[in-house]
DNA sequence: TAGAGGATTGAT
DNA sequence: TCAATCCTCTAC
């Protein structure tokens, strides 16, 4: 088991930055009695003046006031009435960015996940954002928890390993209402992961 | 207070 | 290709 990121992992002000340095590092989440736990590989980045961000424009609502906090707490919001999608929230208070995870490689606790998924093989159980929610138990009762809590955080893995990591930029998925902004290169993941989601 | 639509998934 | 499904936001 790896270290928490610290603190200030999440403070720094370019969330393109941290989201691509999330890229590796190791999702944990503890519901119960149940650890569940994933790789990293796949991101996307959200900032306010993106019109694909619930903040944009720094528009805040009951929904996204997690965003408003300082950075290293988890935002988790319903999507569609059916998913529920993680973030982490970054930078200072004054600035709501947030970084969605969109893919992992289970490490432990894949019997668990596969029964969440109700699956009886764990290809694809974390491969999207919908799923890796459901496969960690991620629900809204995680909303606004904190990083360095115990319920749900992320570890540093081997620096060396991450320092493999092939990592590729790209558009990011289902925003297209979003006009120009839905065009900037602002998620990132693993080459040739097999568990990123689906293009 | 009502109506529209969404950072998705999985079955057809 | 399209339905499921419900919460949030916006406009009236």
Known sequence: MGQKLQKEFYLRANVLEIARDLLGQILVTKIGNNITAGIIVET???????????????KKTKRNSVMFCEGGIAYVFMNYGIHYLFNVVTNLGE????????GLEPVAGIETMMERRNKSAPARITSGPGALSQALGIDLKLN????????????????????????????????????????????????NNPWISKT
């Open 95 to 102: 600035e709501p960015d947030a970084i969605l995870i969109r």
């Open 144 to 191: 606004g928890k904190s990083l360095q809590g115990n319920e749900v955080w992320i570890e540093e893995s081997n620096p060396l390993n991450s320092n493999k990591i092939d990592v590729i930029s790209s558009t990011r998925i289902g925003i297209d209402y979003a006009g120009k902004h839905a065009s900037l290169p602002w998620r990132f993941y693993v080459r």
């Open 44 to 58: 996307e980045a959200y900032r306010p003046d993106d019109r694909a961000s619930h903040a944009y424009l720094r």
